[in-house]
């Protein structure tokens, strides 16, 4: 399969093979043209990740691509959460994490909601009961760390859109 060749899916129900849609092409190749950006972006993603369990980090990343529409990081995600882990119950069930929240701790519904929350900003500021809600959950300085996260995985999610990166290719693993 080439790179901009979609898969064949061959085990379907009538047991013949469907060519699904071709792949779109990257717009830009950003991390390559801007490779100090890029950079500085691992570097930061990195840091913002220091402090936070893993698993509930894939979940807020998942969530923010999944508002965003960034299907490379969704691709991404999906992958890093199966490889530490989470259950494909729980990911699947994030998009509507309000009707199935008895799959989810408080902490990560918290942490949920405030990624919805720093994410849409166009609903206005970020509501005090949110904040208040994480801040129950999560000491200053993990709060500090998930806000950070928020805040980069919606960096990545923009550069991610903006350039149409192209999902399906991504193994866990394959960036660290």
Known sequence: MTTNEAPTDTATDTGTAEEYAPEHSPRLAWAKLAPDVYKAMV?????AQQGLDPKL?????????????????LDMHTKDALAAG????????????DESRHFYTEK??????????????TDGFVP?????????????????????????????????????????????????
């Not at 980090?57 to 990081?73: P, T, W, Y």
């Open 128 to 176: 005090d009961e949110v904040y208040a809600r994480a801040a129950r959950h999560f000491e200053e300085a993990e709060l500090a760390q998930l806000i950070a996260s928020i805040t980069v995985i919606n960096a990545w999610n923009r550069f991610g859109v903006t350039c149409r990166l192209v999902p399906g290719h991504y193994t866990p693993g394959q960036y660290n």
């Open 57 to 73: 980090g894939e979940l807020v990343r998942i969530r923010a691509s999944q508002l965003n529409h960034c299907a490379f990081c």
């Open 108 to 121: 990560e519904l918290a942490a949920i909601e405030l990624t919805e929350a720093v994410t849409v900003l």
């Open 86 to 97: 989470a259950s494909v119950e729980r990911i699947v069930q994030l998009s509507a994490w």
């Open 43 to 47: 570097r930061l993603d990195t840091a």
